[in-house]
DNA sequence: CGGGTTCTTGACTAGTTTCAAGCAAAGTGG
DNA sequence: CCACTTTGCTTGAAACTAGTCAAGAACCCG
């Protein structure tokens, strides 16, 4: 199993001044200092292997990491095996902030995709800190947007129905993926598997599966192979209970 | 219904010098410089009279409010009247951060008590950063914790049974009310009623109480007329499937 | 061409919700 | 001070949702 890889010395790293990310239309853009301060923040690229964990629950973390391209999910495990996934990370997300900020990981990270990371370590955040209350700003409305993402899908596991949930959750996927301009077409390579789903909805395997075939004729959606493809965006949200509101800028390091 | 009044010109007003939570062993101390900026940041006092919300989801608003006393939680409702219950702020912790960094508040936030609360202008939220790195490093870490516990409580409804749901959830708030000093002779005075539990819970309020009145012959606890005697951490720790670990030092503001 | 993973389905069972009703305690108003 | 209302707790029965078990199909990989 591939733990990961280090890459500063052969010739794949991405220095900041080229970062794919910042080109995007939904991230802020950096003043030449930040930009600075970023580069020298970021000490490595870490390549994990999908289905590899790198951060885990009950350890300390020396580093935290911004996803530059892939997909990760952050999840707890019970002793018996049982697992809930909290989130999915996506290119341009925080993880790791909590282990940097308290003592100890409450969670675990694995990589969905193969996941290319940017390695800051926590030794340089009081200087973040000190240095760029404009970028501490940031990770202070990142740690926030999770918490809304968080809330979310507390509701949705608390109180909407496995269809409502199902759709809810579909429809975030593809709005974050369609964020971070992975979307063409209407349609996105969805790399989950229906357990993937499940454990992130608390409902079983089975369940899942029968609540999404029973969604299959409404043809809102087709989603086979990996590939997602919308097809009405108005009636997945009507399904879900929600608006089908889109994205708006925000920040990122 | 009371939505809140004002009390810096009454003789009621808490300054921050005299604050009582700054004694409390489980907080971090101030610096007199951080005492200073504290004490102005806190522009007013705010009293809300328990029922009420003094936060509404939908809404933005110009204030972050720390809770001198009483409880508060946060939730978010659907249209149709189901309500999830997504956390509780004791005194001590932050409440309304999201508003602040973000557009727009995702969630309400009711009194469960009658409460009391400091109030901080979001126009003066920038200041801290730039001013005073060390208190937005804090407010980071208030929001990695706000992040930690909202972990726990999806794991919670979404892959634990019903019974360790509600020795979890007791065991936490028993754990909280402690750290907040509200615990004395193993005893609280909970505020809860058993609907407020089912929808932290995202149980029905007839399967909140079933499966409270199973648990009562188990004897780790004894809760009635809004009092709640711990009798057997070890017990309910045990049942809710965790460890009984007690608390840490933490910081506010 | 196996062996593994993922998806799918049916049958059965367990867990949960809904409905309905009763009771106790506290609060309200004449 | 006593009906009367309201709120919260409790219980049983019926209906339904979701989980478990089991097995087969489709697909991928080496």
Redesign the pocket.
């Known amino acids: 199993m591939i733990v990961g890889a280090t890459s500063r010395q052969n010739g794949q790293y991405t220095y900041c001044e080229q970062c794919p990310l910042r080109c995007r239309s939904s991230l802020r853009e950096f003043t030449a200092e930040e930009l600075a301060f970023v580069r020298q923040f970021k000490v490595d690229e870490l390549r994990v292997g999908a289905g590899s964990s790198f951060l885990q629950q009950g350890t300390s973390s020396e580093h935290l990491y911004t996803v530059l391209s892939g997909w990760a999910f952050r999840y707890k495990m019970l002793d018996d095996g049982r697992r809930q996934i909290l989130n999915y990370a996506l290119p341009a997300d925080l993880v790791g902030l909590q282990g940097a900020v308290m003592r100890e990981m409450e969670h675990s990270v694995e990589a969905l995709t193969n996941v290319v990371l940017c390695v800051f370590p926590r030794s340089k955040l009081w200087d973040l800190y000190t240095r760029f209350p404009s970028l501490a700003f940031d990770l202070t409305w990142l740690a926030s947007r999770e918490e809304q993402i968080l809330d979310e899908n507390l509701l949705s596991v608390g109180r909407r129905?496995?269809?409502e949930r199902i759709a809810f959750l579909l429809l975030h996927l593809y709005m974050r993926a369609e964020e971070a301009g992975l979307v063409a077409a209407n349609t996105v390579e969805f790399p989950?598997?229906?357990?993937h789903l499940?454990d992130t909805l608390?409902?079983?395997?089975?369940?899942?599966?029968?609540?999404?075939?029973r969604l299959a004729p409404r043809s809102a959606f087709y989603w086979?192979?990996r590939m997602f493809k919308m097809a009405d965006r108005a009636a997945l949200a009507e399904l879900a209970g929600a608006d089908a509101a889109t994205g708006k800028p925000r920040p990122f390091i």
Chains 1, 2 share one sequence.
């Open positions: 129905s496995a269809t989950f598997t229906q357990q499940a608390g409902m079983s395997l089975v369940h899942t599966n029968k609540t999404l075939r086979k192979d």
